[in-house]
């Protein structure tokens, strides 16, 4: 091993792009220090365990996100605004192999998020939501993208890649006895850009028909 410098930013850039290769699945701290052309203690100065570089990876990917996904400028209404942050979350976690698995559950290691989340939550609140119902709002649609972008990398890890086993003509043929279930299968594994879309609509609706804020 050679003695290069590393310092946060460095190994979760690695870590990132190492995860493209491997999934979260193979990142190791070994194979991230393997990577950097150091020996595996010398992570530990910098993160404590591997969920600790995963808040930061996941944190980095919010703040690329920042950079780079957001309108600007931002929409005014707070469904449009709601709309426009999880497609490009959604967006963001696609860049990269298991993204959503690292995302979920981070605890972000800045406050990059803090003026985001105070504007819309602004916004929500001028239009007529209380705090708390603005809260779960928002907690409620962005566990449709994790969810939605975790099913969606396991059929398609990175984009133009698809796992065995989810050729869409094979599961028909397999299910040819129950046609409905054989042709819902073109829709299930596919038309991903559209369903998201469509689904994030569905959750703003309801939204607005459970507190009567439009």
């Given at each position: 091993?050679?003695t290069?410098?590393?310092d ?7 870590a990132l ?10 990142l190791?701290?070994?194979a ?9 203690p ?6 404590k365990?591997?969920?600790a570089?995963l808040?930061?990876?996941a944190?980095?990917m ?16 707070w ?6 942050y ?13 993204g ?12 990059d998020h803090a003026?985001?989340?105070?504007a ?9 939501f209380?705090?708390?119902q603005?809260v779960?709002a ?8 994790m ?21 869409v ?16 299968g073109?829709e ?5 850009d ?5 689904g994030?609509?569905i959750v703003v609706a309801g939204?607005?028909?459970?507190y009567?804020v439009s």
């Amino acid at each position: 091993m050679g003695t290069t410098k590393i310092d946060r930013a460095r190994v979760a850039d690695t870590a990132l792009r190492l995860l493209n290769e491997v999934g979260l699945d193979g990142l190791t701290l070994r194979a991230i220090a393997r990577e950097l052309d150091v020996k595996a203690p010398a992570l530990y100065w910098h993160f404590k365990d591997k969920q600790a570089l995963l808040d930061e990876m996941a944190t980095v990917m919010y703040r690329r996100m920042l950079d780079g996904d957001l309108p600007d400028p931002a929409p005014r209404g707070w469904q449009e605004q709601m709309v426009a942050y999880q497609s490009a979350l959604r967006g963001a976690l696609l860049r990269y192999r298991d993204g959503a698995k690292v995302y979920s559950g981070a605890r972000f290691t800045g406050t990059d998020h803090a003026d985001g989340l105070e504007a819309h939550l602004r916004t929500m609140v001028d239009a007529g939501f209380e705090l708390w119902q603005a809260v779960r709002a928002g907690v409620t649609v962005n566990a449709y993208t994790m969810g939605f972008v975790t099913e969606e990398q396991g059929v398609q890890p990175m984009p133009g890649e698809r796992r065995e086993g989810y050729d869409v003509d094979e599961r028909a043929e397999r299910l040819r006895s129950h046609p409905l279930a054989a042709a819902a299968g073109a829709e299930i594994f596919g038309n991903y850009d559209e369903r998201f879309e469509d689904g994030l609509w569905i959750v703003v609706a309801g939204i607005e028909a459970r507190y009567g804020v439009s």
